[in-house]
């Protein structure tokens, strides 16, 4: 080749994507596709020079030498200098399917969610949607180093809305479940029908009151806020960029002594990564560990940047270069039960579910709109409420923390950033937080 490289990686992911979607009683959308997208990318003395190509160049010999020669003249329009640190490799064994949803054919998939749209039915059900996706991936992976990858890998999963309307109030019910050992869809119109029973249900309950409280996550709500909250601070890019409120602060107390949060990609869950898309091992990476700052989630890039943690947290969609990403990322298990916290609570509040929200790494500063709640009056649940949500700054609500329970859950859902969006798990056991601030329809 006529100009050096320093580095170079070429993954190709072929596949096909199967959707469904069925928008109030009509079937929208049923269909496969087919795709295989290629991405290289080639480190040269000044910089990276990253190509997103058809799969079936990867096979041709223009990929060794034409394409290379190509990605090593584009890193040149850079003037910067970027170090990248080798990492271990390796290929975790890809978990066994419990059902394989390609035994199942297209129409009775579309029949099974047409039979999950009517178990949604109720007096004040004004509008219903479920969707089904399915991708089944075939993933391959080399780099100038001779590691070689090749596996495959199928995700599944649904999700249904149910919304209510009465006296122009008007509420939603929202139930979803994905995975990657396959997915019983044949007995899930239970998930249905809850979804629609909440929507009714909120129709009935209180507007949220809001102010300073304790406050009860439930595993949903509390899995969010470790994700968004404190998963994406501690990622490399945005911690070496300034744009976050960890910067500089490893080997310091940001939380509670009982907070563990990790981020594991090698774990069987929805966002298991057999090795990250810039091959290097994936494995389990103590962000916080007993309220101390201990790691950085990474690529090779911004390991050897700002080091504390480890690689293996690199992921791309199909042709497209990786970024820092999380994966499975969860809070750990702790002493109390749920009776417990509810009892320590003695008065405050239950939040359950999420409806999404929105944080700012930089700035420390989150708010979280949780689906439902319920008020705790002296150690018991009693009123359903809606319309609530938990704002604050990150570090100080991680102080806040005074019991974190026994009962971890997990939740498959994706993520967004930097215009991908990646398969992801978020997780945690109940928790108790002492002066939360909550946000209502009302304040006292």
Not at 161 to 173: D, H, P, W
Not at 325 to 348: H, L, V
């Amino acid at each position: 080749m006529s100009q050096p490289y320093r580095y170079y990686d070429v993954r190709r992911v072929t596949g096909e994507v199967t959707q469904i979607d069925v928008d109030n009683g009509k079937v929208e959308q049923a269909g496969s596709s087919f795709f295989d997208k290629a991405v290289i990318r080639v480190l040269g003395e000044k910089g990276w020079g990253v190509f997103s190509i058809s799969g079936q160049e990867v096979d041709s010999e223009k990929l060794s030498n034409t394409l290379i020669e190509e990605a090593i003249s584009a890193s040149q329009v850079t003037n910067i200098h970027i170090p990248i640190q080798e990492t271990s490799s390796k290929l975790h064994a890809i978990p066994k399917m419990k059902e394989n949803p390609a035994d199942i054919s297209l129409d009775e998939k579309v029949a099974i969610l047409l039979d999950m749209y009517k178990a949604t039915e109720g007096t004040n059900i004004v509008s219903r949607r479920i969707n089904y996706i399915e991708k089944d991936e075939q993933v391959t992976f080399s780099d100038c180093l001779g590691h070689s990858y090749d596996y495959h890998l199928c995700r599944c999963g649904f999700s249904v809305m149910a919304v209510a309307s009465r006296s122009g109030v008007v509420q939603m019910g929202y139930e979803r479940d994905h995975t990657i050992s396959g997915l019983n869809i044949k007995h899930r119109q239970d998930l249905a029908r809850e979804a629609a029973e909440r929507a009714e249900k909120l129709l009935d309950a209180k507007p949220a009151k809001g102010g300073i409280l304790r406050a009860v996550l439930d595993p949903e709500l509390a899995g969010v806020f470790a994700h968004e909250a404190v998963g994406h601070a501690s990622e490399g890019d945005l911690v070496k960029e300034g744009s976050s409120i960890l910067k500089d602060r490893i080997h310091e107390c940001i939380g509670s002594p009982l907070l563990t949060i990790v981020d594991d990609p090698s774990l069987p869950e929805f966002g298991f990564c057999p090795v990250d898309d810039e091959g290097s091992e994936t494995k389990r990476t103590e962000i916080i560990s007993n309220g101390i700052l201990q790691a950085y989630l990474h690529s090779k890039e911004t390991l050897s940047a700002i080091g504390n943690g480890d690689a293996g947290h690199c992921r791309g969609m199909p042709g497209v270069e990786p970024i820092v990403r999380m994966s499975n990322t969860f809070i750990e298990n702790g002493d109390a039960s749920y009776d417990e916290i509810i009892s320590e609570c003695n008065s405050g509040i239950l939040l359950k579910g999420s409806r999404g929200g929105q944080v700012d790494p930089g700035r420390g500063m989150f708010q979280f709109n949780a689906e439902y709640g319920y008020l705790i009056e002296n150690g018991e649940l009693t009123t359903m409420v809606r319309d609530v949500s938990l704002s604050g700054e990150i570090l100080q609500t991680l102080h806040t923390i005074a019991l974190v329970g026994n009962d971890l859950a997990l939740h498959p859902g994706y993520c967004g950033k930097g215009g991908q969006t990646v398969p992801v798990t978020d997780g945690s056991p109940h928790l108790l937080l002492e002066k939360a601030i909550v946000g209502g329809c009302e304040i006292d």
